[in-house]
Antibody, heavy 121, light 112 residues
């Protein structure tokens, strides 16, 4: 059974750096083709894809946010970490951790429950 | 503004059949699989349809997906009150310099 759980601060100040951790179980991020990514959803708005890291450490980023995002993995701990610099109130959203199966170039199949991050001074 | 276009709202009465459309382009729907998600209020999106028309285990066969060219549709038959939710389409996108995964803007389904 695949599960993913996001953790991190619920409140960050403008200009600060956000660090979110995804802890997963039920699969290995060393399996060929598998990826773990992040998607966010501002309150009342649509979903926005942010980043994805593959089993082979290939990293993909949303072009509009690439300069602010870093995604890393720790396969031994079943963790994926996303950092986003220079946070702004417009970054207030629920952030979801996701799993992509061995097909690789497809949208995610499993989602974490999400964590709401509010950016405010 | 979302890369793929969905109607913002849809509605139906219990027992009815409702369809939700998703319009994209060659770089996404035209050359890649379409996925559909259901998002109940206050919860994370849940996969309803993958690879255009495949249902994951546990998803009722009342839900079906189809794709033609650069458009896709989600059909819900025998509409039930618990189907009231937001529905999103998604696809991989091959645009150079674009995001890898793109979504529709979402359709809010109301069961009257």
């Amino acid at each position: 059974q695949i599960t993913l759980r996001e953790s991190g601060p619920t409140l960050v100040k403008p200009t600060q750096t956000l660090t979110l951790t995804c802890t997963f179980s039920g699969f290995s991020l060393s399996t060929y083709g598998v990826g773990v990514g992040w998607i966010r959803q501002p309150p009342g708005k649509a979903l926005e894809w942010l980043a994805l890291i593959y089993w082979n450490d290939d990293k993909r980023y949303s072009p509009s946010l690439k300069s602010r995002l870093t995604i890393t993995k720790d396969t031994s701990k079943n963790h994926v970490v996303l950092t986003m610099t220079n946070m702004d109130p417009m970054d207030t959203a629920t952030y979801y951790c996701t799993h992509t199966d061995e097909s690789s170039m497809v949208p995610p199949d499993y989602w974490g429950q999400g964590t709401l991050v509010t950016v405010s001074s | 503004q979302s890369v793929m276009t969905q109607p913002p709202s849809a509605s139906g009465t219990p027992g009815q059949r409702v369809t939700i459309s998703c319009s994209g382009s060659d770089s996404n729907i035209g050359n890649n699989y379409v996925y559909w998600y259901q998002q109940l209020p206050g919860t994370a999106p849940k996969l309803l349809i993958h690879r255009n028309n495949q249902r994951p285990s546990g998803v009722p066969d009342r839900f079906s997906g189809s794709k033609s060219g650069t458009s896709a549709s989600l059909a819900i038959s025998g509409l039930r009150s618990e189907d009231e939710a937001d529905y999103y389409c998604a696809s991989w996108d091959d645009t150079l310099g674009g995001p890898d995964v793109v979504f529709g803007g979402g359709t809010k389904l109301t069961v009257l």
